[in-house]
């Protein structure tokens, strides 16, 4: 299968540090929060290849991978500069095919949420979701069927979620340079689209949650969300 996830789960959560890293916190009494997002991927992209690119408390989540023999884990050095652009450029770096889905895994969903992604596009996409329920201060303005620019406080809110074409990929490899590492991913995306453009689908999806504060995590605990 010609498709590679690379899921992010290297920068620690502001005000969440003394939590740990946010993919290693419980979902249920039998998993953590990476663990159900490899699981759900696992179970709908059987052949897929999962990276995931740990940077803060790496040794923990190499240890918690070592039951996923297929799960590649990348891992980098934090700096004080490093943001999730530095990750993506690890996890690409690493990917063995020519199309990935890229996503930073502070959240939760249940597995049909990997069901609505139209991974056989031909086209780079940014996921929407107008779900009423759904929360994030992320959005997007559009140009008719494509991105316009990703910021906080804008209509058309965005999953956070992005299928990437071998063209981008390639151009961000071949253009990545020290002064990218501190860039947020939305940020990336932004500048990607510049060069080539990104198309937009509406997933339209209930059960997904952002884990931005401890609150977040402990409506998730309290079963307030289906994962």
């Not at 040794?59 to 500069?81: E, F, G, T």
């Not at 993506?88 to 095919?97: E, S």
Request: with cysteine.
């Amino acid at each position: 299968m010609n498709l590679s996830f690379i899921l992010i789960s290297s920068m620690p959560t502001k005000g969440m540090k003394s939590m740990g890293n946010v993919g290693l916190l419980p979902v249920n009494k039998k998993c953590c929060i990476l663990d159900k997002h490899i699981q759900n991927i696992k179970s709908v992209y059987p052949t897929a290849e999962i990276i995931v690119v740990a940077g803060f408390e790496h040794q923990r989540i190499a240890r918690m991978l070592k039951k996923y023999q297929k799960v590649k884990c990348i891992s980098h050095d934090m700096q004080p500069y490093s943001n999730e652009t530095e990750s993506m450029w690890y996890g690409l770096r690493a990917m063995t095919n020519t199309k990935c889905i890229v996503l930073n895994i502070n959240f939760v969903a249940g597995k049909a949420l990997w069901t609505k992604i139209k991974y056989r596009s031909k086209k780079s996409l940014i996921l929407l979701n107008s779900n009423k329920y759904f929360k994030n201060e992320l959005g997007a303005t559009l140009r008719n069927d494509k991105l316009n620019y990703i910021f906080f406080g804008l209509p058309n809110k965005i999953a956070n979620i992005y299928l990437l074409q071998e063209s981008h990929i390639k151009h961000f490899l071949d253009n990545y340079s020290e002064n990218s590492r501190s860039k947020y991913l939305f940020e990336t995306i932004n500048t990607l689209a510049k060069h080539q453009d990104f198309y937009y689908d509406n997933i339209n999806y209930k059960n997904m949650k952002y884990i931005n504060n401890a609150k977040d995590y402990n409506s998730i605990t309290q079963r307030k969300v289906d994962v």
